[in-house]
C-alpha cells in the first residue's frame, strides 16, 4: 500500500487540523491503518490506528479525547481529526499500514519492520 498525506499546516494552540491518507496499490480494505509521527530529535511514535472496517481504534494516551481517527474504504483514505492542538503535537505526521493484535480485549496496532513511508505532511502548533 503506497500512500500519500495531506492537511498539515500551521495552527495556534487550541486549534484543529483534519488530516487525510490516501493510498493506492491493492489491499486497503482489508488492512490495519495507522497515523505516526516524528518530532524534530524525537524518535517515531504512534498516534492512533484503526482496523479494517472502522470498529476498533487505538490512540496514544497523550492525544485521547482530541484526536478522532477515520476511514472511508471506497475513498481508500483514512483520516485523523486533531482538536485542541498543543504546541507538543508538533512533527512530521505519516500514515502506513500496520500489523494489529487484541491484548486483553483491547486494539492494539504495531509498526511493520519494513514499512515504505510516504512523504509525510508537517503539523506545527504554535503557543
Known amino acids: 500500500v503506497q500512500v500519500v498525506e495531506s492537511g498539515g499546516g500551521l495552527v495556534q494552540a487550541g486549534g484543529s487540523l483534519r488530516l487525510s491518507c490516501t493510498a493506492s496499490?491493492?489491499?486497503?480494505?482489508?488492512?490495519?491503518m495507522g497515523w505516526f509521527r516524528q518530532g524534530s530529535e524525537k524518535e517515531r511514535e504512534i498516534v492512533s490506528c484503526?482496523?479494517?472496517?472502522?470498529?476498533?481504534?487505538f490512540y496514544r494516551d497523550s492525544v485521547k479525547g482530541r484526536f478522532t481517527i477515520s476511514r472511508d474504504n471506497a475513498k481508500n483514505t483514512v483520516y485523523l481529526q486533531m482538536d485542541r492542538l498543543k504546541p507538543e503535537d508538533t512533527a512530521m505526521y505519516y500514515c502506513?499500514?500496520?500489523?494489529?493484535?487484541?491484548?486483553?480485549?483491547?486494539?492494539?496496532?504495531?509498526?511493520?519492520?519494513?514499512?515504505?513511508w510516504g512523504q509525510g505532511t508537517q503539523v506545527t502548533v504554535s503557543s
Open positions: 502506513a499500514s500496520v500489523g494489529e493484535f487484541y491484548d486483553g480485549g483491547r486494539y492494539h496496532c504495531i509498526q511493520y519492520q519494513y514499512t515504505d
Open positions: 484503526i482496523n479494517w472496517s472502522g470498529g476498533s481504534s
Open positions: 496499490g491493492r489491499g486497503f480494505n482489508d488492512t490495519a
